[in-house]
């Protein structure tokens, strides 16, 4: 029997998340099922579970995924000495995240699924430790970030790095929100945003 190389099966490995994820997507992750799947990537039964044990292996790998490439995006822009201002920061990686970046979703896709993975922390305690993990990097790769401000000499430093960080991390999470909600939250609407208030002078006290 011919081998398979390691090629073909990280290629199918890649065919069965991309498809599963479009399924969550789009019908949920509790409205869809195994056999969903399978017609979505037109595989046999057989096929997909050589590589998952079922749906909740599944969830558990797309969420890995969705998160690894959030916390990459934002890692490559703390790398930049200084790094870009919030509102180019964010609006950036929101860009790449929402051209099919991960597992091939469009924006409103892409966003459905963090949000559904949020949910699904509730009741999944694997999916809630990877969700841990995940977050508990982002706040490192964020509070690096601030730092990387402060040296340039453009953020304050009387204010804990890590508030700040949680902070930014809030905002994009309230962008994913409102995307998957409502759908008209393009990643221009952030940066004007947060450009607006960057520029907000306040009053002197006294």
């Known amino acids: 029997m011919a081998r398979v190389s390691q090629e073909?099966?990280?290629a199918r490995r890649r065919q069965i998340i991309d498809g599963a994820a479009r399924c969550f997507a789009r019908d949920g992750f509790h409205g869809t099922s195994m056999q969903g799947v399978?017609?979505?990537?037109?595989?046999?039964?057989g096929a997909v579970y050589r590589y998952f044990s079922g749906k909740e292996e599944l969830i558990e790998a797309i969420a890995d995924e969705a998160f690894t490439s959030i916390r990459r995006a934002f890692r490559e822009a703390a790398d930049t000495t200084p790094p870009p201002a919030p509102d180019v920061l964010l609006g950036r990686?929101?860009?790449?995240?929402f051209s099919g970046e991960v597992c091939?979703?469009?924006?409103?896709?892409?966003?459905?699924?963090?949000?559904?993975?949020?949910?699904?922390?509730?009741?999944?305690?694997?999916?809630?430790?990877?969700?841990?993990?995940?977050?508990?990097?982002?706040?490192?790769?964020?509070?690096?970030v601030v730092e990387g401000y402060r040296k340039a000499g453009v953020m304050r430093a009387d204010v804990p790095a890590d508030h700040v960080a949680r902070t930014m991390m809030a905002v994009?999470?309230?962008?994913?929100?409102?995307?998957?909600l409502f759908g008209d939250a393009e990643p221009e609407v952030l940066e004007n945003g947060l450009r607006g208030l960057m520029a907000m002078q306040l009053p002197s006290a006294g």
């Open 8 to 10: 073909h099966l990280d």
């Open 172 to 180: 994009a999470q309230g962008f994913f929100a409102q995307m998957a």
């Open 38 to 45: 399978l017609k979505e990537v037109g595989l046999s039964a």
């Open 93 to 97: 990686v929101l860009r790449g995240l």
């Open 104 to 144: 091939g979703l469009d924006g409103r896709q892409f966003a459905s699924l963090i949000v559904q993975v949020w949910s699904e922390t509730m009741r999944n305690e694997s999916l809630a430790a990877t969700f841990d993990d995940g977050y508990g990097a982002m706040r490192v790769v964020w509070t690096d």
